[in-house]
């Protein structure tokens, strides 16, 4: 159910409107807009049904929400949302580009590719230091040792560093060393994990389950908002369907069906998207042109010898090639790089 309060009303009128929530045993969320107060109500609907909340003073109307999902949906909050990562803003008029290695395989060559990206006009850098393969024996990452490398890169490059978590055992560890925890496609449905993170403030990468609807997906955010971290960056990455060319079905239409739907930046990964790095820049300029909020893309200053997804990672010189021609698409929708 979601309560909209009338323009003017007044600040004791909300509170009133609040704890006449709270008394019903339900749980209220407040979306502070511009023109007005939303509120969402998490809880059994049918107690609400029975309550005349519409005659309380400040109150416009009670509409039920139709969809499955509340707090990600624009009905609860009509303006997109924007996080702001350490003066980094994402879901605004700027896109935000997000580079770096598939893995931080050591100190050395993540500071190389955090400058390089850097330098070509990233404004945060990603590498995973907690790798989920296919296979037990590929390599697994360097857990702490790769945060404390990223951490050492964000230093040293002001970037503000994106990596995954995989395990509610290490959230205090990947909170402490990042800027943004990653929840990567296999995990989108591991709820436990989804509360875990809900209940930090830290911004949150969400990327989209390799068999997953979009309703799944933004069901799969709720997770996280219900528990009151709002910081929420939708990751479309591909999805699984019959085409082999590609490692996956980059599927760039979810970007105006979640704008529509929800309030959320929108991030494109046209690396893990396509599997293969000749096919990243056409998917990249397609998702700018399409609205993306933002791109999350592979860099990696050798790929040959990269220790995982080398075949779809960019050389730096290709990334930087990539963001000039992205500069003139943004321009193109009004939008800036
Ligand atoms: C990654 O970003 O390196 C990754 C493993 O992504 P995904 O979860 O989308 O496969
Ligand atoms: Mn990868």
Redesign the pocket.
Known sequence: MIIVLKPKATKKQVDHVLARIKELGLKPMVSKGTERTIIGVIGPEDTLRAQPLEVLPGVEKVMPVLKPFRLVSREFKPEPTVIDIHGVKVGGRRIAVIAGP?SVENEVMLLDTARQVKRGGALLLRG?AYK?RTSPYSFQGLRETGLRHLHEASERTGLPVVT?LVDTRDVEAVARYADVI?I???NMQNFELLKEVGQTQKPVLL?RGLSSTITEFLLAAEYILSQGNFNVMLCE?GIRTFETHTRFTLDLSAIPVIKKLSHLPVII?PS?GTGLWEYVPAMAKAAVAAGADGLIIEVHPNPEAAMS?GPQSLLPKTFAALMHDLKKVALAVGRTI
């Open positions: 598939c995973g989920p995954e990653q990567g496609a296999r990327k990455r990964d893990h997804d």
